[in-house]
């Protein structure tokens, strides 16, 4: 689809590329295929757990179909990697979470550097070119230059971000912001948060109570905790997000730098190992290279 075309061109040369030369030398489906359909998989980071169910999965269905040809068998993959996915996350919430009345409150976690103040950018970006009125709020008051960085984005975007000094109290940034976007009718607040893993205990105790400063105001909020995962760094994305479970409670993922790697099939590893939804994914530096995540497309996209 289209709106992939551009930012997966890696994957595609990497993991789409190397399953498509597979089956271009496609003899028949042996033990071999197997065993370099796995391989081709594992590589891509899909995860064994996910590598082994599409292998199986693929045996089924060769049998069942007779899928002999080159065309019928890489048909299969592609349908059986859409399914995996959505299979795995059939009762679970995969589009973006909106209040039903005032302001939607998105948080965003994420250890440093893995894209967090880009997405918000660009989410903003996104928002304010619908018209919605949007506010970013810079609660990462620890990192030096974080705060800037967002203001920066805001100059960018034409969007206002509330921010106070380095060092303050995050959760007293969140109070004046959700206060501001009540009093003044905003649709979206953005927060970006520190993403300081070193030490849980504090991270888990800033965040509740950032959260608890959000629902006295706006009691359905926050209305989703985004978690930025920079899909180049691979399986430690995995290792990042658990930790991340283990300090809030996550309801979505932004799966970000997929233009950087050609190992797209982290996708399919998320899904499968944390069952969290990845909502957005980012393909790029620019404030346009942000995407809803579509398992179908995204599939089809690898393969084009
Ligand atoms: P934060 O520390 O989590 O807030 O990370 P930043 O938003 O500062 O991003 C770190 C770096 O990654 C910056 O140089 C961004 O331009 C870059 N970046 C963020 N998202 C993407 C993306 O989707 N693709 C690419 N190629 N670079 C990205």
């Known amino acids: 689809e289209e709106r992939y075309d551009k930012g997966l061109e890696k994957s595609r040369e990497g993991f ?9 030398n496609f003899r028949s489906v042996d033990e071999d295929f197997f065993e370099e359909l796995e391989e081709t998989l594992i590589e891509a980071d899909v995860g064994f757990d996910v590598a082994m169910k599409i292998s199986e999965a693929l045996r089924e269905e060769v049998k069942l ?17 859409v399914e995996i996915y959505e299979a795995e996350g059939q009762d679970e919430n995969n589009a973006l979470n909106y209040a039903a ?7 965003f976690v994420g250890v440093n550097g ?7 950018g660009k989410l903003a970006h996104r928002y304010q070119t619908e018209g919605k009125k ?3 709020v810079a609660a990462d008051t620890f990192r030096a230059g974080a705060i800037q960085q967002l ?14 000094p380095e060092k303050s109290d995050p959760a007293s940034v969140v109070f004046d912001a959700v206060q501001k976007a009540k009093q003044e009718d905003y649709d979206i607040v953005l927060v970006d948060t520190a993403g300081r893993l070193q030490n849980k205990v504090n991270l888990m105790k800033e965040l509740e109570k950032i959260s608890r400063v959000i629902t006295r105001e706006i009691p359905d909020g926050p ?12 399986q430690n994305a995995l290792i990042q997000a658990k930790q991340f479970q283990e300090v809030t409670q996550v309801t979505g993922i932004v799966l970000t730098k997929l233009d950087g790697t050609a190992r797209g099939g982290i996708v399919l590893a998320i899904r499968n190992d944390l069952h969290i939804p990845v909502k957005l994914v980012g393909l790029g530096e620019k404030m346009d290279d942000l995407r809803d995540f579509n398992p179908e497309e995204f599939v089809y996209g690898l393969f084009k």
């Open 16 to 24: 789409g590329a190397k399953l498509n030369a597979l089956f271009a």
């Open 65 to 81: 179909q007779n899928a002999k040809k080159q065309d019928d068998v890489s048909k299969v993959i592609v349908q059986k990697l």
């Open 101 to 107: 009345e005032g302001p939607t409150v998105m948080l």
């Open 114 to 120: 893995v894209g967090k103040t880009t997405t918000i």
């Open 134 to 136: 949007v506010l970013m």
């Open 151 to 164: 203001v920066e984005w805001g100059k960018r975007v034409d969007v206002p971000v509330v921010a106070k």
């Open 223 to 234: 209305h989703e905790v985004l978690l930025a995962l920079d899909a180049t760094t691979g």
